[in-house]
């Protein structure tokens, strides 16, 4: 029978199998999907199934610079150890090396690698080392300067925190001071202008309240939110912030010293906004011996 691009997405979803190789196995099985899940497992191509529903929070993010353009990559594991791993390293690094390629994650995802998409390079691995796995997202700095930071790197290039910055002007060793300051600082956004107004609004509104209970008159409090404000955004936009090197100076002032201006920057740290399961230790043995 005809193998539609459609049974092949359902397979794909339901055993985590990479496309080639679902495609293969309804062909084999003449389109029966459960006879294509069994042939899948017995390639070893399905056990990555397992593992999806598993939480990926932990892994590397790896920075990579090539001219003018940086890229950083987060690839989660489910466990630290892992990330440790060598081939584990070595695939991170490689899937970095091709976003330097691309635009965007979803490109990234589809884009050869050594003969097969990077989607189907992270499920053979899972298969491998048995673990969940997957590419979360990928971000782009570009400038006539881009300079990458690892904080604490588990080997060259990656580890849990990465950073790009990207300059106009200025040099590298500036450039090198800045990113360890964002790996530090965190800051929301590179400026004011481009901070989520979503942001500023939510904490404009706190800070209402907080003055409203301490019971001054309007036109008091309306001076008061100017102020904490202006505190608020120097706090959370990178050129607003005391540069760590040298809190005397903004970001922003350090940057005019260096003759530089700061055009972007990426921070990626790892599992950052995903929801982890915590139990604890007697909890899971407990449960393991219900199990």
Do not use: C
């Amino acid at each position: 029978m005809a193998i539609t691009a459609a049974m092949v997405k359902e397979l794909r979803e339901m055993t985590g199998a990479g496309m080639m190789d679902a495609k293969k196995a309804l062909t084999e099985t003449d389109g029966d999907q459960e006879a294509a899940i069994d042939w899948l497992r017995t390639k070893g191509l399905a056990k990555a199934a397992k593992k999806s529903g598993r939480i990926a929070a932990e892994g590397l993010v790896a920075v990579k610079v090539e001219g003018n353009k940086g890229v950083a990559v987060e690839v989660n594991s489910e466990t630290d150890f892992v990330g440790k791993n060598a081939d584990f390293q070595a695939m991170v690094g490689g899937i970095a090396d091709v976003a330097l390629t691309v635009a965007d994650t979803d490109a990234l995802l589809v884009a050869d690698m050594g003969g097969k998409t990077v989607s189907e390079v992270v499920t053979d691995a899972v298969a491998t080392i048995g673990e969940n796995m997957s590419v979360r997202r990928m971000a782009v700095a570009e400038g006539d300067t881009v300079v990458s930071y690892v904080h604490n790197p588990a080997t060259a290039g990656m580890g849990k925190i990465g950073v790009l910055v990207a300059l106009k002007g200025g040099d590298e060793a500036f450039g090198k001071q800045v990113a360890m300051h964002i790996a530090a600082a965190n800051p929301q956004a590179l400026s004011e202008e481009v901070l989520d107004p979503a942001i500023v609004e939510k904490e404009r509104n706190v800070q209402i309240e907080i003055a409203r209970e301490s019971g001054k008159p309007e036109q008091v409090i309306e001076k008061m939110i100017i102020g904490r404000m202006k505190k608020f955004l120097a706090e959370v936009t990178l050129l607003g912030q005391d540069f760590v090197i040298n809190p005397d100076l903004t970001v922003e002032a350090a940057a005019k010293e260096a003759g530089a201006e700061i055009v972007g920057y990426v921070r990626m740290e790892v599992g950052e906004g995903i929801e982890k399961k915590e139990e604890d230790f007697a909890a899971e043995v407990a449960k393991a011996a219900q199990g």
